[in-house]
């Protein structure tokens, strides 16, 4: 086989082999893994922010307002990271500032962890997958070689199906390393952006729960809905 022979996917599959056939299979869960960290950051963090705006507006003009607990309870922000971090500090028995940064950095911690758990999947694929593919370029040299050892005299078209899955190897290696790597320090940045607002936001809190007394909660879920939306 040259290369003018692989002109088709079949073809490409032939001179590609085994290798070839593992870093398509890798390819797709990696879009996979990016589509669904997507979908999940983008929900995930956009109504966190949300959430985080009208919690400090409302510290600013209200302090510690129950309408924050509300906010905070309302269907589609309650499973947030925000919300889950705004109600546990603020319930949390702790007056002392030193104990109110330690449960804060907790959580905060935890809900990071939550939001990076597949990052490193990303990263072990962008860093693995030009070393499988360099895999496949050195078992299709060495068939090179061993084509032109049993046909000593022959010429070029004899090495070429070894040299073909050797390149073909290559580039899908790094075809599937280069997208993962972007979007893992994509997905990387957008954590740790967050992170920086979860901590700005707790000390916030902190500052605003040691300054005064938190009143039960009275408002009604829909207003807060009104207000959050």
């Known amino acids: 086989m040259d290369f003018s022979q692989i002109g088709s996917v079949q073809e490409l599959f032939k001179a590609g082999g085994v290798v070839l056939i593992l870093l398509l299979c890798l390819s797709v ?8 960290r997507f979908i999940k950051y983008r929900k995930t963090i956009n109504k966190s922010r949300k959430l985080m705006v009208f919690v400090r507006k409302t510290i600013s003009t209200d302090g510690i307002s129950p309408k924050i607990f509300d906010a ?6 309650s499973g947030t990271p925000a919300a889950r971090l705004i109600l546990n500090l603020l319930k949390s028995d702790k007056t002392n500032l030193a104990d ?24 072990t694929l962008a860093s693995t997958t030009p ?32 040299i073909s899955e050797a390149l073909i190897n290559t580039a899908a290696g790094l075809f599937v390393a280069v ?6 320090n ?8 967050f992170t920086k607002d979860m901590e700005y936001l707790a000390q916030e809190l902190i500052s605003a729960k040691t300054s005064e007394n938190i009143r039960p909660s009275k408002n009604t879920k829909k207003q807060i809905y009104e207000v959050v939306k």
């Open 29 to 36: 869960y990696s879009l996979s893994l990016m589509i669904e």
């Open 72 to 77: 905070c309870r309302v269907k589609g922000y």
């Open 100 to 123: 109110l940064n330690e449960v804060a950095n907790t959580i905060i911690d935890w809900e990071v962890a939550q939001l990076s758990r597949k990052l490193s999947a990303l990263a």
């Open 131 to 162: 070393f499988i593919g360099l895999f496949g370029t050195v078992l299709g040299v060495m068939r090179a070689f061993s084509d032109l050892s049993l046909a000593s005299g022959a010429g070029a078209s004899v090495v070429a199906k070894g």
């Open 179 to 184: 997208p993962a790597l972007i979007a893992y």
């Open 186 to 193: 994509y997905f990387l940045s957008k954590v740790n952006f």
